[in-house]
C-alpha cells in the first residue's frame, strides 16, 4: 500500500510549515543556496514511530510558491530523498541546481517535501517493499513504477555523435495541451500523457554542427539566412543555429547525430520543464525577452545559441529563435484521439509538426501549447515568397 501522508513548504529563510501525520514529522527545515558550487542545499529532521519505510519526494519553486513545477531531474538530486529514508535529525537533499540555473536566484526557492508510507504486505514471496501506487496496480502502473525505477541509474547527460549535449528529460506523466476556451482549436482538449524518459540536446543544431555533416555527406550546406538573398552578408555561420532545413534534411541529421526527431509530446513535455502555465515561465508574456528570440526583441533575425535563459529542464532556445521539427504528421483534431502513452502522432498525413515559435513570431507562438504544420518535403530556396522555411531548425533526442 502506497499512503501520501502530507505537505510542508520551506523557503530560504529557514521558516516551515510544519505537520505531524500517523506518527510522522518533518521538522527544522531549511534551504540554502551554494553559489559557488550551483547547488541548493535542503535539511531536515524526520522522526517516525510507526516503523517502516520513508519516502521523501522534493518538489520545488522559484516564483514564490505560485507554481510548483520545478522537479529536479532524475541524477541531479542526492541524499536523504527518494525510497528508504531513515528516521533521524540532520537529513540532508543536494540538488545540482546549476545545470538548470546557471545563475542561482537571488530570491532563491521554496521547497515542498512530501511523505510517501511503504507499508509491507504479506506475499508469498514475503514482505513486499517496493512503492506500490495502489493495492492492486494496474498493468500500466506497473509498467510506470519499472520504468521509473531503471532511470534511476540514467546519467543527467549524454554527448551525441555531434558533440552536442543532450538532457535527461524524465519519465512520467504532464498534461498537454490548453484548457478548454484558452487555446486554439489544435491545442485542446488538454489530456494527461505519459511520456518515457529520454535525452534532448540542450541547444538548437548549429551551423557548426550541420556543416560538418554536410561535408561528411558530400552534401550542399543550407542557405544562412533569408533564402531569396543569395549574396553576402548573411547573419553568419557557426553558432548560429542552422536554419532553411525542411523536415527530411533535419530527420536525417539526427540520425546521423546517434539520435532522432522528438515526438511532439516529447517536445512539450521539455518545453514545459515540469511548469503548467501557457509559457514556462510564467502565466503571462512579461518575461519573454529573459528566455526568447521573437518579433519583440530579434529585429527578425536568428540569434546564436544558448544567449538566452534556459528553461527549468536546462534547455536553451526551446522557445524562439527558430520553428523545431518534431516527427509528428499534423492534425489538427489529434489531441480528441491521442493516446495516453507515448503518442506518436497520426499515421500518416500532408504537414509535419513545428513548434516552438520563431524570430519572425509574436508571444502567441512562444506558448509551449503552440502547434503548426508545415509541407515536409518544400524544397528551401524554391519559395516565390518570404515564407517560413527559412525559420526552421531542429534538436535532437536519443532513447536512453
Known amino acids: 500500500m502506497f499512503l501520501k501522508l502530507g505537505l510542508w513548504l520551506v523557503g530560504l529563510i529557514g521558516l516551515a510549515i510544519l505537520g505531524t501525520a500517523f506518527g510522522q514529522d518533518i521538522s527544522n527545515v531549511q534551504v540554502q543556496r551554494d553559489v559557488v558550487e550551483r547547488k541548493v542545499v535542503i535539511t531536515y529532521d524526520l522522526s517516525d514511530v510507526t516503523g517502516g519505510k ?11 510558491g505560485k507554481t510548483w513545477g520545478l522537479e529536479p531531474a532524475i541524477g541531479s538530486l542526492s541524499g536523504d530523498i527518494g525510497v528508504g529514508v531513515d528516521p533521524g535529525k540532520g537529513k540532508k537533499i543536494v540538488w545540482d541546481a546549476g545545470d538548470v540555473f546557471p545563475n542561482l536566484p537571488e530570491d532563491g526557492f521554496l521547497a515542498r517535501l512530501s511523505i510517501e508510507k511503504t507499508v509491507s504486505s504479506a506475499s508469498s514471496g514475503g514482505a513486499e517493499t517496493v512503492p506500490q501506487p495502489t493495492e492492486n496496480p494496474t498493468e500500466v502502473e506497473e509498467e510506470n513504477r519499472a520504468e521509473l525505477n531503471q532511470d534511476k541509474s540514467l546519467p543527467q547527460t549524454l554527448t551525441g555523435k555531434d558533440g552536442a549535449i543532450r538532457v535527461l528529460i524524465p519519465a512520467g506523466y504532464f498534461t498537454m495541451g490548453a484548457p478548454s476556451g484558452q487555446g486554439l482549436k489544435d491545442e485542446i482538449p488538454q489530456h494527461k500523457v ?26 550542399a550546406q543550407p542557405v544562412d539566412g533569408f533564402m531569396q538573398y543569395k549574396s553576402q552578408p548573411h547573419w553568419g555561420r557557426g553558432k548560429q543555429p542552422a536554419l532553411n532545413l525542411n523536415w527530411k534534411e533535419a530527420r536525417d541529421y539526427c540520425r546521423w547525430a546517434g539520435g532522432r526527431l522528438p515526438t511532439e509530446a516529447e517536445w512539450e513535455k521539455a518545453a514545459r520543464g ?13 518575461k519573454a525577452a529573459d528566455y526568447a528570440w521573437y518579433s519583440g526583441d530579434s529585429g527578425h533575425r536568428a540569434f546564436p545559441v544558448g544567449e538566452m535563459k534556459p528553461n527549468p529542464y536546462g534547455l536553451y532556445d526551446i522557445v524562439g529563435n527558430l520553428w523545431e521539427w518534431v516527427s509528428d504528421w499534423y492534425s489538427e483534431d489529434y489531441y480528441a484521439e491521442s493516446p495516453e502513452r507515448n503518442p506518436k502522432g497520426p499515421e500518416t498525413g500532408k504537414q509535419k509538426v513545428l513548434r516552438g515559435g520563431s524570430f519572425a513570431n509574436g508571444t502567441d507562438c512562444l506558448q509551449v501549447t503552440h502547434r503548426a504544420g508545415w509541407d515536409p518535403d518544400k524544397e528551401d530556396g ?7 522555411v527559412f525559420e526552421h531548425g531542429c534538436r535532437c533526442v536519443q532513447t536512453p
Open 194 to 219: 505519459w511520456v518515457s524518459a529520454f535525452y534532448m540536446d540542450q541547444k538548437l543544431v548549429t551551423f557548426d554542427q550541420y556543416d560538418k555533416y554536410c561535408e561528411i555527406m558530400g552534401i
Open 54 to 64: 520513508n519516502n521523501i519526494d522534493l518538489q520545488m519553486s522559484n516564483d514564490g
Open 382 to 388: 524554391k519559395v516565390d515568397f518570404i515564407g517560413h
Open 274 to 286: 515540469g511548469t503548467d502555465t501557457p509559457y514556462f515561465w510564467g502565466k503571462d508574456d512579461s
